[in-house]
Every structure is written in C-alpha cells, then in structure tokens.
C-alpha cells in the first residue's frame, strides 16, 4: 500500500471508534501520522516522536509492540493488553525502560459552534520570552527544551489582566490542547474556561476536532470539562514513559 492508502486504511478501521482513538485519528487527518502498521489487528502510528498502538487483542499487542521502534519519546498505549505488551517488550529488550505511566481519559469538543470566551480575559499568542515563566509554573513536567519549542511553533497563549500573565494553553505535539494552568491569585476568575475555549476554538476554525488528555485523578480538570460540553469517554488510554 501507499503512504495514502496506509492512512485512509488507519482512519478506517480507527473511525469505529472515534472517540476513544481522536489522538490518533486527528493526526492522521491533520497529515502528520507516520503509519507503522495498519491490518484488521490494529493499528500503530508515530506521531512526533511518539508511538501510538490501537491492538484487537493481547496477541496482536504482542505482534505489534515487538515491531515498535526501539526508542520512542513516549508511547501510547489505547489498551490494558497494549499497556502490558509494550512493558513486556521492553523489559526484554532492556530499552525504553518504562519509569512511569499516566492513566488518561480524553475531552473532546464535539460540537461544531465556537464556545463563549469571556471578554474580561484577553487573551494573546505568548513569545519565546515567556519559556521560563512557563516552565517554573506548570506542574506536571519540566522540560524548557520542549516549552521553547512549542512557543516557536506558535502554539502557546497566555491570559491577561492589564498586561500580566494570568495562566497559559497549548497544544502538545501530536495536536492534543494541554499544559493549562492558572496562577494562584487568578483562579476562579473563569480563566481557564477562556483559555480553553480560545484554544478549542481556533481549533474548530482549522477544521480540526479539539481532543486533550485529562490524567486519572485531576478533578479540577474533570469537572472543567464537564462544565463545557466536552465529551468524556470512559475507557482509559496509558501515556508510558520514558526512562
């Protein structure tokens, strides 16, 4: 098959399911999916540095998680039986320890109408100048390398009251919107639901399904979620880790 096919195949089989599989569904419409594999036992991508797999079953995870390339940054695994079989591969092989692994739940905007944003907020695409800001205030990671990246692609807004940063946005590199965070003495000021719906919006104006990953036990981010219309399957998929 070609390159095309591989993807009209992918989205094909995935499309069953479409919102369990956005995050590998979105960039392979967006046409930055690298496709791996792709037969009625599932399907494997990479995606910027991450490998995502999508298996029918515990056999085929095994068939396809030994086929995965030897060091991705991270990979995704939309399964228990993916999960296990990429671990298993891994502990063989001795590379890509896994160190850890986040248990998500995807939001996805469904709707097709821009979302409401307050005009209280302003709301501005933020410079290279604002990485270290960042990077000293988000809280699940702290890597500047890949905060600067992001802002040089553009993909990183701030919130502001009279010219100060009140919280930030972005959009990870497989397309997926994250890294929300709102200063302390800004909250319940309705800025992340600005910042969100700015984000989701722009989005929708692309053509693109705004999706995010939400990590099991982050109730803040839960219910914000919730309170504007995302759709939240419940079945989970596992970001692992590199060492």
């Not at 290279?128 to 692609?153: M, T, V």
């Not at 590199?173 to 992340?192: C, I, Q, T």
């Amino acid at each position: 098959m070609t390159d095309a096919e591989k993807t009209q195949a992918a989205i094909h089989l995935l499309q069953r399911e479409p919102l369990m599989y956005i995050d590998m569904l979105e960039p392979l419409r967006r046409g930055y999916a690298e496709v791996l594999y792709v037969g009625k036992d599932g399907v494997q991508l990479e995606v910027r540095g991450t490998v995502m797999q999508a298996a029918a079953d515990e056999a085929a995870a095994e068939r396809l998680a030994e086929r995965a390339p030897q060091t991705p940054l991270l990979f995704v695994a939309h399964s228990k039986a993916d999960k296990a079989a990429f671990e298993k591969c891994r502990r063989a092989s001795e590379k890509f320890p896994v160190k850890g692994c986040n248990p998500c739940r995807f939001a996805i905007y469904t709707g097709k109408k821009p979302l409401p944003v307050s005009p209280e907020v302003s709301i501005r695409q933020l410079t290279l100048d604002y990485a270290p800001a960042i990077s000293r205030q988000y809280h699940l990671f702290d890597n500047l390398s890949y905060i600067k990246k992001l802002l040089q692609k553009g993909v990183f807004y701030g919130a502001f009251f009279e010219d100060e940063l009140a919280g930030f946005i972005g959009e990870h590199a497989e397309g997926s919107l994250g890294m929300l965070e709102v200063y302390p003495k800004f909250r319940r000021r309705g800025v992340a639901t600005a910042l969100e719906a700015d984000a989701a919006n722009r989005s929708l104006a692309k053509g693109q399904v705004p999706f995010g990953d939400v990590i099991v036990g982050n109730n803040a981010s839960f219910a914000l979620q919730h309170s504007m219309g995302f759709e939240m399957p419940e079945k989970l998929h596992y970001w692992l880790l590199a060492d």
